[in-house]
């Protein structure tokens, strides 16, 4: 019982720790002005206002942002997913030389080990010579290049953990390769797609310095870039910027609660054999 306790109080403690900085965004996005800067905090009992969320949504563009943030997370998640199953999926089953294979996924894995502002003078010369600037879909491809390493090799393990004989027994029916991939192995490394849909979506979602160089104008700005945007050199809107933090965490937070089930299990699919 005592053990039992110790246990509960630990975990209470963590979540505790992992929620108050939600909790104090949250606050200050619904506090006035004075109240934030309040000696010593307020935590509870505040006057609750909405001024910050008005400001945000009909005084600044923050639609616009918040709008873009979703076209191009969710445009270089597909993309990346589309792209990098189809590689992976081919490194783990077509005949191919081992040596080949495996300089094949050295190479691909290299792609991130290059700092990321190492390239940013390249791409931006390249979306501006494709005319691909200061646009939303020149997001969504810079971002699907840097998912795809990561798609393709964990999703290159989901696959491998498959017997062959699933496909085998489907293409004696007459099914395809294609078919097959589809029909029967995508359905079940769908908990490793759910997760890794989740990863890719986070780092589209949170990206920043891209955001920053590749757009100019309020039409193709994210959400990051948005955000940092209240910070001037007169002041800093505490409350506009929490109350951009606060909606800016329902999306992710609703996709990833509509994938948990899948979530859990791609986490820990291959952790146990046999």
């Avoid at 209470?12 to 000696?39: C, D, H, M, N």
């Avoid at 945000?56 to 979703?70: A, D, E, H, Q």
Wanted: a positive charge.
């Amino acid at each position: 019982m005592k053990k039992n306790l110790w246990v509960y109080l630990v975990l209470l403690v963590a979540l505790g720790v992992t929620l108050a900085p939600l909790y104090w965004l949250l606050t200050i996005s619904l506090k006035t002005v004075v109240e934030q800067f309040a000696r010593p905090p307020v935590w509870f009992g505040f006057t609750v206002t909405l001024e910050h969320y008005y400001d945000i949504f009909f005084l600044r563009p923050f639609g616009t942002y918040l709008w873009n943030s979703v076209l191009v997370a969710t445009g270089a998640t597909l993309l990346s997913l589309v792209l990098g199953v189809s590689a992976a999926y081919a490194l783990a089953r077509l005949p191919m030389n081992r040596n080949l294979n495996r300089h094949l996924s050295f190479w691909i894995l290299s792609t991130r080990m290059v700092p990321p502002i190492v390239t940013i003078l390249p791409l931006f010369l390249l979306l501006r010579d494709f005319g691909l600037l200061n646009s939303r879909l020149g997001l969504v491809i810079v971002y699907t290049g840097f998912n795809l390493p990561f798609v393709v090799w964990m999703m290159r393990g989901f696959f491998e953990d498959l017997p062959r004989e699933l496909e085998e027994a489907a293409w004696m029916d007459g099914s395809s390769r294609l078919r097959a991939l589809v029909e029967i192995v995508l359905p079940l490394v769908a908990p490793g797609l759910a997760a890794t849909a989740v990863f890719c979506l986070l780092i589209a979602w949170n990206e920043f310095l891209f955001a920053l160089i590749l757009t100019q104008t309020d039409a193709a700005m994210t959400l990051p870039v948005g955000i940092a945007g209240r910070v001037t050199q007169y002041e800093i809107k505490w409350g506009a910027m929490s109350a951009a933090g606060v909606v800016a965490i329902v999306p992710v937070f609703l996709f990833a609660l509509a994938v948990q089930r899948y979530l859990v299990r791609g986490l820990s699919l291959g952790a146990v054999k046999g």
